[in-house]
């Protein structure tokens, strides 16, 4: 009950939400997930996105090469990356494994910050300050962190100045 | 605006000096740190006005993309899910948020890539695992790609 589906192709409901993962199926998140562990058995994952792609992939990494090969695990982003190539340029509809091996990267770019991050600083944990000195070199991600990080600060603060001024009426 | 580190040191600097002919030079510092802040609110300034004036002029597929572009973001919970499941521990929030957001530039980077590449093979998107490949392999050699597996040799 109250389970709603996208509708073909959509990365977003009309009002803007974004889809929440669910292991098999997608669901509109209108409260935090508490059914993880319940296991959606009944429907297979929408259709709409294994689309046949009209090319063959090669074949050369066959057991599972450095850059295409963990397909064992289940697909984290695949709605959202192909937004995300979307709007970096590619087409509105990208090849699934031109998705997948993106999704693979950026798994494995993410894996190589957290490692790298817990071996510096404070060990054995990731924090703000490692990430950014890891970055420090690369001038765009360097930027980008301290713009989201500035932001996050007003926000928070335009939320607290909000809250208070409610509090009193 | 935030003082960053270097004109923090100045400032501090220019503070702990006790003579009058170095609380000139403090000033004449702390008025340049002013002027500089000044021009870099100007330039800020006219970066959104060039950007509003670009954004108004686009096509309806170009504002389409655009909307992607700004709107895509990885899920924060599937970040945070995978960051802990890598450290063990829990993380914060500022974490997810700096590891989300420097992983959506990663991909940027990728893509552009493959387009260039993609283009320089006189080809069209969509992109094919090729492009990326060849992208992955272009990022690599330039050190854009973090890889803590090679052997590093230090003379060739």
Known sequence: ?169 | GEVNSQEGLELASAETEDSTLQTAAAKKIKIEIKEKKEKKQKVDEDEIQKMQILVSSFSEEQLNRYEMYRRSAFPKAAIKRLVQSITGTSVSQNVVIAMSGISKVFAGEVVEEALDVCEKWGELPPLQPKHMREAVRRLKSRGQIPNSKYKKITFH
Not at chain 1, 17 to 30: D, H, I, L, N, V
Not at chain 1, 76 to 96: A, V
Not at chain 1, 128 to 136: A, G, P, T
Request: hydrophobic share 30%.
């Open chain 1, 1 to 169: 009950a109250g389970r709603v589906w996208p509708e073909p192709g959509g990365a977003c409901d009309a009002a803007g939400r974004s889809w929440a993962w669910c292991r098999t199926t997608r669901w509109r998140r209108p409260q935090p997930r508490r059914d993880r562990g319940r296991k959606c058995g009944a429907a297979a994952s929408m259709a709409d996105e294994e689309e046949d792609p009209p090319f063959e992939e090669d074949t050369e990494e066959a057991g599972g090469g450095p850059d295409g090969g963990q397909g064992k695990r289940k697909r984290l982003f695949s709605k959202e990356l192909r937004c995300m190539m979307y709007g970096f340029g590619d087409d509105q509809n990208p090849y699934t494994e031109s998705v997948d091996i993106l999704e693979d990267l950026v798994i494995e770019f993410i894996t190589e910050m957290t490692h790298k991050a817990m071996s510096i600083g404070r060990q054995g944990r990731v924090q703000v300050e490692d990430i950014v000195f890891l970055i420090r070199k690369d001038p765009r991600k360097f930027a980008r962190v301290k713009d989201l990080l500035t932001m996050n600060e007003e926000l928070k603060r335009a939320r607290k100045a909000f809250d208070e001024a409610n509090y009193g009426s």
